[in-house]
Structures are given as structure tokens and as C-alpha cells.
Nanobody, 126 residues
């Protein structure tokens, strides 16, 4: 099972930018895809974006389209989430996740992922 370690995040003013990184260790196979989710206090875990490991196909939650970019670096074994034009509503703990057996058409669902990172706080002030 792959292990995930996240970095990045922090505090930023509205309109600012942050980048999250997630480094994977352990076996990664061609069917893998990686995702970012977020969870605000008192709310359910919410899908943000996902990328397929082999073809770099991406999908995004509607509210982050045009503002966030997910991309992977196979040589460094990292998946990054570049977040621009941040809003106070983006405030949450952001979690990286990996799926080796899930179905790409269901990549927006947490149950499709077997491995999770520890989570990093992102706070956007108004």
C-alpha cells in the first residue's frame, strides 16, 4: 500500500495562492490515480480534484475549476495542487489520497481511495 506525505498549506488572504504537495512512497502501478479532498469543520469530506497517474487526465469539482490545478510528477512521485484566487470558502483541511483499484468514473468519491495523507490546514482570511 502506498504511503502519502503532504506538505504546503498555511494561511493566506483572499485572492492569494498556495500550493500543496503530496509525495508517495511504495508501489505505484499504471492504474493509479491520485486525488485531493477537503474537509471543513462540521462538514463532510468534499472532492476537489483528481489526476490519473499514467495519462495525467484530470477532473475538478465545479467550484475550483479555473482556480485550482492538479498535476503529477512521476519522477518525483508527487502530486501537487496549485490553488489560485483563494476564497474564505476554501478554508479546510486538505487531504491527499491514492487509488490503485478504484474506477476513474467514480474518482470523486472518497470510498474509491485506499490510502490517505495526514491532512494539511489551508486557511483563507477575508
Amino acid at each position: 500500500q502506498v504511503q502519502l506525505v503532504e506538505s504546503g498549506g498555511g494561511l493566506v488572504q483572499a485572492g492569494g495562492s498556495l500550493r500543496l504537495s503530496c509525495t508517495a512512497s511504495g508501489p505505484i502501478f499504471s492504474r493509479y490515480y491520485m486525488g485531493w479532498f477537503r474537509q471543513a469543520p462540521g462538514k463532510e469530506r468534499e472532492f476537489v480534484a483528481a489526476v490519473s497517474w499514467t495519462y495525467s487526465t484530470t477532473i475538478y469539482e465545479d467550484s475550483v475549476k479555473g482556480r485550482f490545478t492538479i498535476y503529477r510528477d512521476t519522477a518525483k512521485r508527487t502530486v501537487n495542487l496549485q490553488m489560485n484566487s483563494l476564497r474564505p470558502g476554501d478554508t479546510a483541511v486538505y487531504l491527499c489520497a491514492a487509488s490503485h483499484s478504484g474506477r476513474w468514473s467514480f474518482a470523486h468519491l472518497p470510498r474509491e481511495y485506499e490510502s490517505w495523507g495526514q491532512g494539511n490546514q489551508v486557511t483563507v482570511s477575508s
